[in-house]
């Protein structure tokens, strides 16, 4: 049985910096902070470190090797933004019972027209057809049917793919509406594709609950942000891919660090390297000043990267999240407003009421960090140990 006491480190619980106090672990459960040491206890030292929650990456695609290359890095959750059940179900099932993979919630299938996104990414990815709803008297079927096969919340895709040199057809209005109401009525969450100000003034009207993209399109409304901020819609900006898309390779440097070298293939060394870059570099300043602007309104932010597979230039799992904090302090964020966006809000914004926090009973999902992110966000990228449910992860590198 688990049963050890980290100690000497400073702590930041998912919300403040709590200083050098202890975290005891018995078997999956974070039993004490600042409590005593218990006789009978391993103790781990972490003078010099800093324990965080694990990790939480708010928007990713993902499979059995990028949940277990996304634990290396300290990501303990990816919340997977669109899926295909028959393969996420039996890696759900897997990520259950493996201390090796980081865990992993999923929307299934979102709601796109047919012949819209992500088809023209996914050309070759051998997916099933998809299922869709062209009237809003279909909608209601569409959402059983998720719910059905394990879906956590509900997504729908509204883009008309300019931004990546395609035109693509549109999702109506009246179905992004339809799946907020049919979705809310089931207790489920509804989070939207929408990368551009008229599209995400759309789905903010329709009532979704929150926006897996920044809109960076051209510079921002305050009307809109007012509007944003009222219905208490989240965002999560995923400028790693946004920086990819309008052709600056963040990804790149990241790829230089030994830190990242040491734990990623070389085809993956590459891709991350790459970028999209289908769309001026101009919006990039766009999409920083909309996220100043939501950020002095009050909205909620999640940090995610829409990291997805081979061929998704600039992305990697795991390592684009602390890149994603990297940006986030770029745009104004402090570093502990930036470690927040990865822990404590994604988990209470997704209703994940077990982990996200270092608190006594929740869920012993840890990461440990040499250095101080809570001042120098480069730090996470110092990761030490990995617990997962109280069980120390292998931060093995890569095959080479």
Same mark, same amino acid.
């Given at each position: 049985?688990?049963? %050890?006491?980290?100690?000497?480190?400073?702590?930041?619980?998912?919300?403040?910096?709590?200083?050098?106090?202890?975290?005891?672990?018995?078997?999956?459960?974070?039993?004490?902070?600042?409590?005593?040491?218990?006789?009978?206890?391993?103790?781990?030292?972490?003078?010099?470190?800093?324990?965080?929650?694990?990790?939480?990456?708010?928007?990713?695609?993902?499979?059995?090797?990028?949940?277990? $290359?996304?634990?290396?890095?300290?990501?303990?959750?990816?919340?997977?933004?669109?899926?295909?059940?028959?393969?996420?179900?039996?890696?759900?099932?897997?990520?259950?019972?493996?201390?090796?993979?980081?865990?992993?919630?999923?929307?299934?299938?979102?709601?796109?027209?047919?012949?819209?996104?992500?088809? $023209?990414?996914?050309?070759?990815?051998?997916?099933?057809?998809?299922?869709?709803?062209?009237?809003?008297?279909?909608?209601?079927? %569409?959402?059983?049917?998720?719910?059905?096969?394990?879906?956590?919340?509900?997504?729908?895709?509204?883009?008309?793919?300019?931004?990546?040199?395609?035109?693509?057809?549109?999702?109506?209005?009246?179905?992004?509406?339809?799946?907020?109401?049919?979705?809310?009525?089931?207790?489920?969450?509804?989070?939207?594709?929408?990368?551009?100000?008229?599209?995400?003034?759309?789905?903010?009207?329709?009532?979704?609950?929150?926006?897996?993209?920044?809109? %960076?399109? $051209?510079? !921002?409304?305050?009307?809109?942000?007012?509007?944003?901020?009222?219905?208490?819609?989240?965002?999560?900006?995923?400028?790693?891919?946004?920086?990819?898309? +309008?052709?600056?390779?963040?990804?790149?440097?990241?790829?230089?660090?030994?830190?990242?070298?040491?734990?990623?293939?070389?085809?993956?060394?590459?891709?991350?390297?790459?970028?999209?870059?289908?769309?001026? !570099?101009?919006?990039?300043?766009?999409?920083?000043?909309?996220?100043?602007?939501?950020?002095?309104?009050?909205?909620?932010?999640?940090?995610?990267?829409?990291?997805?597979?081979?061929?998704?230039?600039?992305?990697? !799992?795991?390592?684009?999240? !602390?890149?994603?904090?990297?940006?986030?302090?770029?745009?104004?964020?402090?570093?502990?407003?930036?470690?927040?966006?990865? +822990?404590?809000?994604?988990?209470?914004?997704?209703?994940?009421?077990?982990?996200?926090?270092?608190?006594?009973?929740?869920?012993?999902?840890?990461?440990?960090?040499?250095?101080?992110?809570?001042?120098?966000?480069?730090?996470?990228?110092?990761?030490?140990?990995?617990?997962?449910?109280?069980?120390?992860?292998?931060?093995?590198?890569?095959?080479?």
């Amino acid at each position: 049985m688990p049963h %050890f006491v980290i100690t000497g480190a400073r702590v930041f619980d998912g919300e403040d910096l709590l200083g050098d106090v202890d975290v005891e672990v018995v078997e999956d459960t974070i039993a004490s902070v600042g409590g005593s040491r218990p006789a009978g206890a391993e103790l781990i030292d972490g003078t010099g470190a800093t324990v965080l929650p694990g990790l939480i990456d708010a928007h990713t695609h993902t499979d059995e090797e990028s949940l277990r $290359q996304a634990l290396t890095f300290g990501v303990t959750t990816e919340l997977d933004m669109v899926s295909i059940p028959e393969r996420m179900n039996p890696l759900r099932r897997l990520a259950a019972e493996s201390d090796d993979l980081a865990d992993v919630r999923s929307s299934s299938i979102g709601l796109t027209p047919a012949n819209g996104h992500p088809h $023209q990414v996914r050309t070759g990815e051998g997916d099933p057809p998809w299922p869709t709803a062209s009237r809003a008297d279909e909608v209601p079927a %569409f959402v059983e049917d998720r719910i059905a096969e394990g879906a956590d919340y509900l997504k729908v895709l509204v883009e008309d793919g300019h931004l990546f040199g395609f035109s693509l057809p549109r999702l109506a209005p009246e179905l992004v509406a339809a799946t907020a109401r049919e979705a809310h009525a089931r207790g489920k969450l509804v989070v939207a594709h929408a990368m551009t100000v008229e599209t995400a003034e759309q789905v903010v009207d329709a009532g979704v609950d929150g926006l897996t993209h920044l809109f %960076f399109d $051209q510079p !921002h409304s305050g009307e809109l942000i007012e509007k944003i901020a009222a219905a208490g819609v989240f965002v999560i900006p995923t400028l790693s891919v946004i920086t990819s898309i +309008t052709g600056e390779s963040t990804g790149a440097e990241l790829a230089k660090d030994p830190r990242v070298r040491a734990k990623l293939t070389p085809e993956w060394l590459d891709n991350l390297s790459g970028t999209i870059a289908t769309s001026s !570099h101009e919006n990039l300043g766009y999409a920083f000043e909309t996220l100043a602007a939501l950020h002095r309104a009050g909205v909620d932010i999640l940090a995610g990267t829409d990291a997805a597979h081979l061929g998704a230039p600039g992305m990697a !799992h795991g390592v684009s999240l !602390h890149g994603e904090l990297r940006l986030l302090v770029r745009a104004g964020w402090t570093p502990i407003e930036a470690l927040r966006a990865v +822990t404590s809000v994604p988990a209470r914004r997704f209703g994940l009421a077990d982990r996200g926090r270092i608190r006594p009973g929740l869920r012993a999902d840890l990461t440990m960090v040499t250095g101080d992110p809570t001042v120098t966000i480069g730090d996470t990228l110092e990761v030490q140990r990995v617990w997962r449910g109280g069980a120390p992860a292998t931060l093995a590198p890569a095959t080479l």
